[in-house]
């Protein structure tokens, strides 16, 4: 079965067709580096995360760029700000983008460019654009001429008057027409610049992405990706001056993961409800954060709560549980052949497999996905004790492992730190027991009951086992 992916150009389903067999060329735009990033960019990286990984599973090799934005007005601003430089503010926030992004588990990019690395490129990308009649200049500043481009607005699927209509512009009085764009953008006093044939300056946002897609992929890429406000004007505006320079399509697949609302409101600081990566890692397990990041289909918006967040963390637990018992199983049982009724249950398994292949190749629906896992575990923690086969735990954890790994969780080991856990809630348990306090240790009981841990109160003390 082939994946098949929602095509924001199209915006329908279509079977996905890489240029190159069983190659994907990927770009996703990646942050503009003056801050730490907050939980909606998160939700944005976790899900290209899992695409590229989801292919990559599949059998494709992935070529996966993301960029870093080093050079902004709002760096500038930052810069201004600290007494401090554009490049410093990059090199800062750039590594801690590393430090959260590890911690997440999110796999590190092919390349990740630097929009200043690739200076070069993006001058001669606007003197092309220029020379072709696509670009005007007007006191050092370059802008692309949107009407010239007649497809402008395929992308959004609108009309230039629908989207000039619709759009927050600066009022320009030097630009042909409100809705073009900078190009290239004269330095102002106190600013970084390059030298170009327009004189002392810098690049505009949209051309750098441009360039370093085209510079690092190909004038035409297999897929671009991003939030879904990028679509305009950011997205619109990579087509209209890649295409228009190339007379080429510029990406056959377009793709966006949809807003992260927090409290069922849009996260804002001025609503106090604004929380980085790094705030949230540091009261929940990254994977606590992808399993709730997961939970939604990426197309669909998400809405983030601490409530939801301990409900992904619960359900996480059940999954370590149903593996460390399986690794526990794994230990103390025998080698001796499957039975007739085993191997029923390692056909079973396979079909378990091909269920998630079958939600995944469907536009990557980890929503689904997750389902089959938790519809898999509890199948294992009914089917299998330790009197099963070694064999058939084993097969169990492999497929377990196997399929968390495209959304990047499960892989963990956690044999010692269950058995640990187990003993601190015993001990607990007799605490509450020794002042008297019964309903607590009757809770904690029937907690570890829950867990499939059956405790034995024996003369010489508590001992416990697994049902």
């Known amino acids: 079965m082939a994946i098949k992916v929602f095509n924001s150009l199209t915006r329908q389903k279509e079977e996905f067709i890489p240029i190159t067999p069983n190659e994907v060329k990927m770009y996703v735009c990646g942050p503009t580096v003056y801050n730490f990033f907050h939980i909606g960019n998160a939700r944005t990286f976790l899900v290209f995360d899992t695409i590229r990984r989801y292919f990559e599973y599949r059998g494709y090799k992935v070529t996966f760029i993301q960029n870093f934005t080093d050079i902004d007005d709002k760096m500038i601003k930052r810069a201004n ?61 370059v802008y692309f001429e949107t009407k010239k481009f007649k497809e402008y607005g395929k992308l959004s699927h609108q009309n230039l008057e629908e989207l000039e209509a619709g759009a927050r512009i600066d009022v320009d009085e030097r630009k042909k027409d409100p809705m073009d764009f900078a190009l290239w953008k004269a330095q102002k006093e106190g600013e970084p610049a390059w030298e170009s044939p327009f004189g002392l300056g810098r690049p505009g946002w949209h051309i750098e992405c441009s360039t370093m897609a085209s510079s690092l992929l ?105 593996i460390g018992n399986l690794e526990h199983i794994i230990e103390v049982s025998n080698e001796r052949e499957p039975s007739e009724e085993e191997k029923e249950f390692l056909n079973k398994l396979l079909e378990y497999k091909n269920r998630y292949i079958e939600v995944m190749d469907d536009d990557f629906n980890t929503a689904d996905g997750i389902s089959v896992i938790f519809d898999m575990v509890r199948d294992i923690n009914s089917s299998i004790n330790e009197n099963s086969a070694k064999k058939v735990a084993e097969s169990s954890l492999n497929l377990i492992r196997e399929l968390g790994e495209p959304l990047g969780i499960l892989q963990k080991s956690v044999r010692g730190n269950i058995e640990d856990e187990i003993q601190r809630l015993i001990e607990e348990r007799q605490a509450a027991r020794k002042a008297k306090n019964y309903a607590l240790a009757d809770k904690i009981r029937d907690e570890l009951k829950d867990r499939g841990i059956v405790l034995e109160d024996t003369p010489s003390g508590v001992r416990w086992k697994r049902i």
């Open 81 to 141: 700000e600290e007494g401090t430089t554009v490049k410093e503010i990059a090199q800062r926030y750039i590594a801690e983008y590393y430090k959260d992004a590890d911690a997440l588990n999110i796999k590190r990019a092919t390349v990740n460019p630097r929009a200043t690395e690739f200076m070069d490129e993006i001058i001669k990308f606007v003197k092309d654009l220029v020379d072709k009649g696509y670009a005007y200049e007007v006191n050092g500043d």
């Open 218 to 322: 190909g004038e035409t890429i297999d897929i671009h990706g991003g939030g879904v406000d990028l679509t305009f004007p950011h997205h619109e505006n990579e087509i209209a001056q890649s295409e228009a320079r190339n007379g080429k399509t510029f990406a056959r697949y377009w793709m966006h993961s949809a807003f992260l609302n927090v409290n069922n409101q849009k996260m804002s600081k001025s609503l106090n409800n604004f929380f980085t990566a790094r705030e949230i890692l540091q009261k929940y397990d990254s994977e606590v954060l992808r399993l709730f990041m997961l939970s939604a289909h990426y197309r669909n918006p998400i809405n983030f709560s601490i409530e939801l967040l301990e409900q992904s963390k619960a359900a996480l637990d059940r999954l370590y549980n149903t």
